[in-house]
């Protein structure tokens, strides 16, 4: 068996009367991709904020390696591996695309208090803007600021913002909806191309795609685990049938 | 800076020949005291483009900018008092004597402005949207009553200047040569801001205004990159402090008042924030319309409140977006 690069371990977080993520372990091995499905407000995005550092649990514990996370600010687990993608598009909306790609890679080109030297022009910072902005498909865009780039472009930027951090875990948080059907091929052959570089949890919407790409699949409903396993097991999983494909099937 | 012949390119152009031009002009014309009208100017925008550092460029709305420019002000006021009055300034923990010399006593006034602005802003940058702007009008009011009650230093009266500081030989009495001394250091201070708006400290400054989570989660540890951007400015605005010090030859802690940051932050506003060239124009056609204004009424005020609501209200990027368009972006 692989060995866990991501432990999470009988995690609690609430909101008020809402418990968003219920006593939740799971493990996640290196190397795979781990898909979350669940209906809607099943805690697929407050688990991903509690493993990014956005929210820190109430109880519980995250473990990146053999690190205990959990209660680490957000930009020191970001130069541990993590990166991620964000559900709701946060991206530097005055900044050009470019501009946007070129921050999260001088993310982790060392220190940033360089106070004179144009960072447009830098080159160890150009060097990986290249192919950065072409796995997103948006070299045409790249003068173009963030904030007036279509909806589909924002999360394609997103995505690739993430990816220029070159994770070791990659958090995607429904990286597809909103795309448009041209994009979303576009991304699940990125995805498959990315499987075989780094570990990829993957929030989605999508069972298609999911089943296509996910090595296992987690069920989350009411922030609790109802099943893990590889797509055969889940699809074949009667409480994950009653609970959340069969509603699946019905409303089709 | 410039590649191309654009409508920006003439519009700088002809600033900086209309300002380095400005003496002369005002010789022929026989109106010399206007001179320093424009020093004042210089020195206003310079306070002015510090200020935008940290609010067009880093998102951070202080109303406490002119406690840096006060304190500037001050240093240099209080050693040129002492040198008068033959005391020593400090005794304890070590012997400091008053002091004229510009080399000295102006980077002292930046110093002081930047521990200052340090203190300030580790505080204050914990915070964020309203509650930033009381933090760091609350630390310039309290310090505006300290000196209103410090009255070794005249308190409420303020303290005059026996005369401008002592620079290298050059005569600063003269208004002429001090002009082109301010307009040499506002020069500096833009570039140095152009460069550190381009650079990646810069783009960090940027991103945090845009996206303060996000640049987290990028695994930028920005607080400390903010504060050292307020350090920037309040230390930019120590030395304008030194400069109107020397150049009123008089200070008082109404440097300080929150009105003073408010005017400071208008002048932003009004030039255009997020831009670099905007705080100059904003801050010269701040004063020139209060100086025209002030002949006709005392309410100069009235008159100006209007013109600063419609340009705020209908140019996003200040009179700098509306003179030069598009390429307002990049200073
Ligand atoms: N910041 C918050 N404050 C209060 N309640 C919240 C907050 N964030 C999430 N919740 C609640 O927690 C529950 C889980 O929300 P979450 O966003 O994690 O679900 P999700 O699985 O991502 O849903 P979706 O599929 O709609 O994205 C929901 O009931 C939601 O209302
Ligand atoms: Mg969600």
Known sequence: ?252 | MFRRLTRKTYVLSAGALLLLLLPSIMQLVDEPYLISLFSRILIYALAAVSLDLILGYGGMVSLGHAAFFGIGAYVVSIFSYHSFDGSPLLTWPLTLQGQENALLTWPAAMLTSAVLAAFIGALSLRTSGMHFIMITLAFAQMLYFFFVSLEAYGGDDGLSLMSRNTLAGLDLTNDTTFYYLCLTLLCTFLIIAYRLVHSRFGMVIRGSRDNAKRMQSLGFPIYRYKLVCFIIAGAAAGLAGALIANQTEYVSPGLMHWTRSGIILIMVLLGGTGTLFGPVLGAAAFLLLEEVLAIYTAHWMVYMGPFLILVVLFARHGLYGIIVGREKDNG
């Open chain 1, 1 to 252: 068996m692989a060995e866990d690069l991501l432990r999470i371990v009988n995690l609690c977080k609430g909101f008020g009367a809402v418990q968003a993520c219920n006593n939740l372990s799971l493990e996640i091995r290196a190397g795979e991709l781990h898909a979350i499905i669940g209906p809607n407000g099943a805690g697929k995005t407050t688990l991903i904020n509690l493993v990014s550092g956005d929210l820190l649990p109430d109880t519980g514990h995250i473990y990146l390696g053999d690190q205990e996370i959990s209660q680490l600010p957000l930009h020191r687990r970001a130069h541990l591996g993590l990166a991620r993608s964000y559900q709701i598009t946060s991206v530097f909306p005055q900044l050009t695309v470019e501009e946007n790609l070129l921050l999260a890679i001088q993310a982790h080109c060392g220190h940033s208090f360089r106070f004179w030297k144009s960072s447009n022009t830098d080159s160890q910072l150009r060097g990986e803007l290249l192919p950065a902005i072409e796995q997103v498909g948006l070299t045409e865009r790249a003068g173009i600021r963030a904030g007036n780039l279509s909806h589909g472009e924002k999360k394609q930027l997103e995505v690739g913002m993430a990816l220029a951090c070159k994770p070791r875990l990659l958090l995607l948080d429904e990286p597809m909806a909103g795309m448009g059907p041209g994009g979303t091929v576009e991304l699940r052959k990125l995805i498959t191309k990315l499987k075989q570089q780094m570990t990829i949890l993957l929030v989605e919407h999508d069972v298609d795609a999911i089943f296509a790409l996910a090595d296992r699949i987690t069920v989350l409903v009411y922030g609790e685990v109802v099943a893990t396993g590889t797509p055969e097991e889940i699809r074949s999983n009667p409480a994950v049938r009653e609970a959340y494909l069969g509603e699946e099937v019905q409303t089709c």
